[in-house]
């Protein structure tokens, strides 16, 4: 192999440099890690479009017309869309939209967040919160917010007067209504902390079909029972031998999920002991709860459980 000389080897360096050859290593890609309900994405930037990563299937998106933000879109049937807007995207997997999706280590732009004893909430956008209590309710401006720890997320809002938030990304069940949040809330003011729960409790189920992983002694099939939270409240899934669809309600109290109809295949014995166990007990959930493993578990007041899994893509 011929030897190239440190003078050669500058030269040749430079002339890559000057004519726009010189190669980007993987350090030099930006990635971007989102968070979109219950589900990841990743997005990785590159010379002519972005590569969409979700799980292991990945697409490559060229530059789409935007009047606001950058869009990439595939232009394919069915549609899968990125749509950057600050810290926030639009994402469209495969025909599926899904819910908010917000940059890993950052906050929703707009969120509420409630506590109990004594009664507070704050409605929260850039700029602003608004503060309701008891005694009074008030518009103070926020200053943006600073991430002052990590592994879990930790972020300080400060305002113009003596009051603060303290949000860590950390799951938070109501103390009153047993309801689930994504975000733990403390509400400091002066040398005084109040503690509450703050984000969207169906934020936490969107965007990911949850797959039956264990149901009592019920056996589990090859095609398992699923469910999905879509947006406007609607429901749908397979119960093990159905297609059904509905509704729920993670407000109030006690959760709410209801099936309104389903389709009408035959199948064995077994498929319909098990589905009509799946309804029953999905109708009486009352409580749910996402558990350290990342599984969603429904529970009745009589103490039946489904647990459920992300499905793999």
């Not at 192999?1 to 726009?20: E, H, N, Q, R, Y």
């Not at 697409?59 to 017309?65: D, K, S």
């Not at 309801?179 to 409790?201: A, F, W």
Request: glycine share 8%.
């Amino acid at each position: 192999m011929p030897s190239i000389t440190i003078k050669g080897s500058v030269f040749i360096l430079a002339t890559m440099l000057l004519s726009g050859c010189a190669l980007l290593s993987p350090a030099d890609k930006t990635t971007t890690d989102y968070q979109c309900g219950a589900s990841e994405f990743s997005v990785l930037q590159q010379e002519q479009g972005v590569l969409l990563s979700y799980g292991a299937e990945q697409e490559v998106l060229p530059g789409a017309v935007s009047a606001s933000g950058a869009r990439y879109s595939n232009d394919k049937e069915p549609v899968t869309q990125y749509w950057s807007k600050g810290n926030e995207a639009d994402i469209t997997w495969r025909g599926q939209e899904m819910p908010l999706c917000v940059e890993r280590g950052t906050l929703p732009k707009h969120f509420t967040a409630r506590g109990n004893e004594p009664f507070w909430q704050v409605a929260v956008n850039p700029q602003h919160m608004a503060l309701t209590t008891p005694e009074s309710e008030a518009i103070i401006d926020l200053k943006p917010a600073e991430v002052v720890s990590e592994q879990p997320y930790e972020w300080r809002i400060e305002s113009t007067t003596n009051k603060h938030l303290i949000v860590i990304d950390r799951l938070c069940r109501d103390s009153m209504s047993g309801r689930l949040y994504p975000y733990q809330v403390d509400l400091q003011e002066s040398d005084r902390m109040y503690s509450g729960c703050g984000g969207d409790s169906e934020w936490l189920l969107q965007g990911a079909k949850w797959e039956l992983s264990k149901f009592e002694d019920y056996a589990l099939h090859s095609k398992p029972a699923t469910i999905q939270f879509l947006e406007d409240s609607q429901l749908a899934g397979f119960n093990g031998c159905n297609r059904y669809f509905g509704n729920y309600n993670m407000g109030g109290e006690l959760a709410q999920l209801r099936i309104t109809g389903s389709t009408k295949m035959a199948c064995s014995d077994a498929a319909n002991d098990l589905s009509r166990q799946f309804s029953d007990v999905l109708e009486r959930v009352y409580q749910v709860n996402i558990d350290d493993k990342g599984r969603l578990i429904l529970s009745t007041r009589g103490g039946r459980q489904m647990v459920f899994k992300q499905q793999n893509n």
